[in-house]
């Protein structure tokens, strides 16, 4: 069955600001009458957010190989997908996820170095056929990023990387943009608030 709603990804670098515009963008697209679910990853689900917890606050987990990291990752997008997302995409509603497989293609397979078709293998598998309509990357230089993400209190290993590594995702974001211009759209970061905001919204009102 050919899904009815509209399905929009969040990504970028650490501290970049999705969640401000991903709340910003669902009051907007309240305000207009439409239904809206917001899911994230990993987690969104009972079992996602047990991985989650496993992932990146359990301090038993800084010695986790790349490929156990991965499938953990892909595991709880997998229940998320089944569980959320079809279903509610399905119903005709707009759902907004922070973060999707794109994370896994840019983290995991750039980040960590694990080849790219182990990757896109794992992903696709996890995701079946549910692909976004838009994905919007707000870039982000990591040094900034990071300043903003570690003033939060609860600890993060995804967070406590070397900046080599943040270097190599931010260009796995911009090198992805470029090899799926027709999804993928690159926000600058920097700006206002303001000014990002309606870039969201004009590229949100193409694929509504």
Not at 182 to 203: C, F, M, P, Y
Request: charged residues 25%; glycine residues 8%.
């Amino acid at each position: 069955m050919a899904k009815k709603g509209t399905f929009i990804t969040f990504e970028g670098g650490e501290g970049c600001g999705k969640s401000t515009h991903i709340d910003r963008l669902v009051t907007r697209l309240r305000q207009d009458g439409y239904q809206v679910l917001i899911a994230r990853e990993p987690g969104g689900t009972d079992v996602g957010e047990q991985i989650r917890h496993i992932l990146q606050y359990s301090k038993q987990s800084a010695a986790m190989v790349p490929e156990t990291e991965l499938l953990l990752f892909c595991a709880s997008r997998a229940q998320l997908v089944h569980e959320v997302i079809e279903p509610a995409l399905n119903d005709g509603r707009v759902v907004i996820c922070d973060r999707y497989f794109d994370s896994t293609t840019v983290y995991q397979g750039v980040g960590r170095k694990i080849t790219p078709q182990a990757v896109t293998a794992i992903n696709n598998f996890a995701i079946s056929s549910n692909l976004p309509d838009l994905t919007l990357v707000i870039d982000l230089d990591p040094r900034v990023g990071l300043e903003r993400a570690r003033g939060r209190e609860l600890f993060d290993r995804m967070e406590n990387q070397s900046l080599e590594f943040y270097d190599r995702v931010r260009q796995g974001y911009l090198d992805l943009a470029k090899r799926e211009a027709h999804r993928v759209k690159v926000i600058d970061g920097n700006r206002s608030i303001e000014a990002i905001e309606k870039q969201i919204w004009d590229l949100v009102k193409s694929v509504l």
